[in-house]
Structures are given as C-alpha cells and as structure tokens.
C-alpha cells in the first residue's frame, strides 16, 4: 500500500501499472508494480496512474539515456506532465476561461488545483479493470488529447459555486443521440483532518449525482470500486473527496447534475465570512 503521505486529500496520489513496452493500452496491468490505495479510512487513495516499467529518459550523467527507467518515480512526473499540459489549455482558453493575454501572465489565470484534477479525471483513459482495480489506477491515465478534442463538450465550473450545509447546485447537460460515453466529475478542497484520528480523513461531504432520463439516479463513485462503468442508484458517497459518474451509452435528453454539500463542517472557502465549501 501507498505511505501515508500519498493518502493526503487535497493532491493528486499517483500509482503505477506496467505497460509491456508496447503501445497496445488493453494489455496494461499492475502486476504488483505501483503503490496502491486504499486510504487506512477507506478512501480511494490514488487518483491518477502512470507507466511503471521501460521508461525512455535521461540517464543519470550529463550525457546518459535510458530505456529502463521506472517505478512510481517515473509514473508521477509522467502524470505531473501531462497535467501540466492541462493547465496550458485551460489558460490558453480552450475550456471556457478567458486566455492569458501573454506568457508572462500565464500563472495568474491558472485553474483551482480542485478543477484541474476534475477536468483530468473526466477525460482521463480508464485502464482494463480485470488487471487493474480502482484502487490501483485511480482514475486512469490522464489523456490530454482526449481533454482537447472534448473542449467543446465539456462543461467546467473552477470553483464558481459556493454551498454551506444543505445547499445544492444542480446544472442541466443535454446528451446528443450516439454519445459514446457520459461522465460527470467532482473534487472539492477540504481541511486538514486531526492528526492520527482512526474515522474518516474528510472534514466535509460534498455529494455528486446525476439523474438521466431513462435510467434513474447515478450517485457518485456508485458501482466504481469494481468497474469501469457507474452502477445506477445506491446512496451518496461519504468517504472520497473525489467522486465521478461514467455512463457508457447513455441515452438522448437532458441529464440533471447535482452537487449537494451534505455537511459543512469546517470553512472551506475563506472568502466568504460564512462557513461553506
């Protein structure tokens, strides 16, 4: 299992799976490479994973190059990479935020760290999941081009809601006839747990569902922890900070997203005076 450190709420854990030195993503497995979760409360515990094993890459001297790099210190700042081209598109203004006028003013139009892993989350490349468990991947692999072909079908909220204890936000989602896939995902910051406590690490419980026209209500993570694709129904997840629903050929209509802050028990959201998320 991962360290204790990689369980902390508000960063992206990273976890490793092997990819056989080939380009054929199907046969992609964990293989008891990389650390994995789940958290000591229960929680998912990785978020993002990465390549494991024959990574090409600078070698350890001025001139060196290797073919044989690996280990979750070579899944990490793979990940951290490709998040990074992320946040390039969401400042260059292909997510529906404004670009930065230049270069220089890049990092002043940077998106939440919350926003970004959602973003990632909700386009990332889920691996085969008879070889590799949630708790071993996370959500997958993030896939920027994946991020870049979606732009135009993505709906991206960087913190704009603000919800104290029983408010909701609820956003409706029209699904085009043909749609492949549906997801919907949702993180949210939350504050420091009590050193060494033995329950839950999560301060808060913001809750994400969404109700489709044909086959009920998803809540979030619902059916997750064994596959690939939600489980309709089930009941609010009061563990993760991170929560998605993926629906694989949904139906036409309108899909009704909510998020609900269940409980707000700390403040979360400093600007405010009142105690919200």
């Known amino acids: 299992n991962s360290r204790s450190q990689a369980w902390s709420k508000n960063i992206a854990s990273v976890g490793g799976y092997r990819h056989g030195d080939n380009a054929n993503g199907s046969d992609d497995s964990w293989s008891r490479s990389g650390s994995t979760g789940p958290a000591n409360d229960g929680r998912i515990g990785v978020t993002f994973s990465g390549y494991y094993d024959s990574i090409f890459t600078t070698g350890y001297n001025a001139?060196?190059?290797?073919?044989?790099?690996?280990?979750?210190?070579?899944?990490?700042?793979?990940?951290?990479?490709i998040s990074a081209?992320?946040?390039?598109?969401?400042?260059?203004?292909?997510?529906?935020?404004?670009?930065a006028?230049?270069?220089?003013?890049r990092y002043k139009f940077t998106p939440h760290f919350t926003t970004t892993k959602a973003m990632l989350m909700a386009t990332s490349q889920l691996k085969n999941f008879s070889t590799n468990t949630r708790y071993q991947q996370g959500w997958g692999t993030p896939h920027v081009k994946n991020l870049y072909d979606l732009r135009n079908n993505i709906l991206v909220l960087d913190e704009e809601d603000v919800l104290q204890t029983r408010q909701n936000r609820t956003y409706y989602v029209f699904v085009k006839p043909g749609t492949p896939e549906f997801r919907a995902a949702m993180t949210y910051a939350d504050p420091e747990a009590?050193?060494?406590?033995?329950?839950p690490h999560r301060i808060?419980?913001?809750?994400?569902?969404?109700?489709?026209?044909?086959a009920g209500r998803f809540w979030g993570n619902n059916g997750l922890l064994t596959s690939n694709a939600s489980t309709a129904g089930g009941s609010a997840n009061d563990l993760d900070t991170e929560e998605m629903v993926v629906i694989n050929r949904p139906a036409a209509g309108v899909y009704t997203v909510d998020v609900r802050a269940t409980a707000v028990r700390r403040?979360?959201?400093?600007?405010?005076?009142?105690t919200d998320a």
């Open 63 to 81: 001139t060196g190059y290797t073919t044989s790099f690996g280990g979750t210190s070579g899944a990490t700042p793979m990940v951290n990479g």
């Open 85 to 99: 081209i992320g946040i390039q598109m969401f400042t260059d203004g292909h997510l529906g935020y404004p670009a």
């Open 101 to 105: 006028p230049t270069w220089q003013d």
């Open 194 to 199: 009590t050193a060494n406590t033995s329950g």
């Open 204 to 214: 808060n419980s913001l809750d994400l569902s969404v109700n489709t026209p044909s």
């Open 267 to 274: 403040d979360a959201h400093r600007e405010t005076r009142v």
